[in-house]
């Protein structure tokens, strides 16, 4: 039964997805979508409204709306941080998304503007921050935790007792051994394994797959 209502920050598929999410597996009805006026191509999206997001509060007022930002990674989550931090300056109540298909095992409520999608597993003793997107399928190990304004891809795993500090960005399929330190602003690599705590702001790619000398029908697979 939907009984709030949402305005959705963005418009592009980042957007487009949360609407489809808060439609089919939440209490939330989509109402509109926002964005800088600079940025509206048209007077609709995805079947709704687009308003200015400089008249947001005027045209769908905070006492009876909530918002959501629905934007992604780019500069290490700053962006989307800016809109969240925007939309409570204009007095909203930020909307959270987190699917009834994921296994939300923690006893640790999130912050707010947090986007968790189906087949995470978040074991008990785990504190998410405010403005966290986790994608499908990670694995998020006991008594971690992960501060505001981060982005965890897909099947990730974390293991027990990890701090991910803040703007954060977890690549596809990486890997992080339990008791260390994520620093803030750290860009971890798909496919990267991290054994030991991160620097501020440091980059950490896997080693590259290489292309072998030989066909794939002139290798025997028994």
């Given at each position: 039964m939907k009984i709030k209502k949402v305005v959705i920050i963005g418009n592009t598929s980042n957007a487009r997805l949360a609407k489809y999410f808060f439609t089919i597996d939440s209490e939330y009805e989509p109402a509109a979508f926002s964005v800088d006026s600079q940025y509206i191509k048209g007077n609709e999206f995805e079947g709704?409204?687009?308003?200015?997001?400089?008249d947001l509060e005027k045209n769908y007022p905070p006492s009876e709306y909530e918002?959501?930002?629905?934007?992604?990674?780019?500069?290490?989550?700053?962006?989307?941080?800016?809109?969240?931090?925007?939309?409570?300056?204009?007095?909203?109540?930020?909307?959270?998304?987190i699917s009834s298909r994921c296994s939300f095992l923690t006893q640790y409520?999130?912050?707010?503007?947090?986007?968790?999608?189906?087949?995470?597993?978040?074991?008990?003793?785990?504190?998410?921050?405010?403005?966290?997107?986790l994608w499908?399928?990670?694995?998020?190990?006991?008594?971690?935790?992960?501060?505001?304004?981060?982005?965890?891809?897909?099947?990730?795993?974390?293991?027990?007792?990890?701090?991910?500090?803040?703007?954060?960005?977890?690549?596809?399929?990486?890997?992080?051994?339990?008791?260390?330190?994520?620093?803030?602003?750290?860009?971890i690599a798909a496919g990267a394994i991290i054994m030991k705590d991160t620097v501020e702001k440091g980059v950490y790619l896997p080693p590259r797959s290489t292309l072998f000398d030989k066909k794939s029908d002139e290798i025997k697979i028994s």
């Open positions: 709704l409204p687009v308003t200015p997001f400089e918002a959501f930002v629905a934007v992604g990674y780019t500069n290490m989550n700053k962006i989307r941080e800016e809109l969240y931090n925007k939309c409570r300056e204009k007095g909203y109540t930020m909307a959270n998304y409520p999130t912050g707010d503007n947090c986007f968790i999608l189906e087949d995470n597993t978040i074991q008990p003793f785990v504190k998410i921050g405010s403005n966290v997107v499908s399928g990670n694995h998020i190990g006991h008594d971690v935790t992960i501060e505001d304004h981060n982005f965890i891809t897909s099947q990730v795993v974390v293991s027990g007792f990890v701090t991910i500090k803040r703007n954060c960005f977890l690549g596809v399929n990486a890997t992080i051994r339990d008791g260390i330190t994520i620093a803030p602003e750290t860009l």
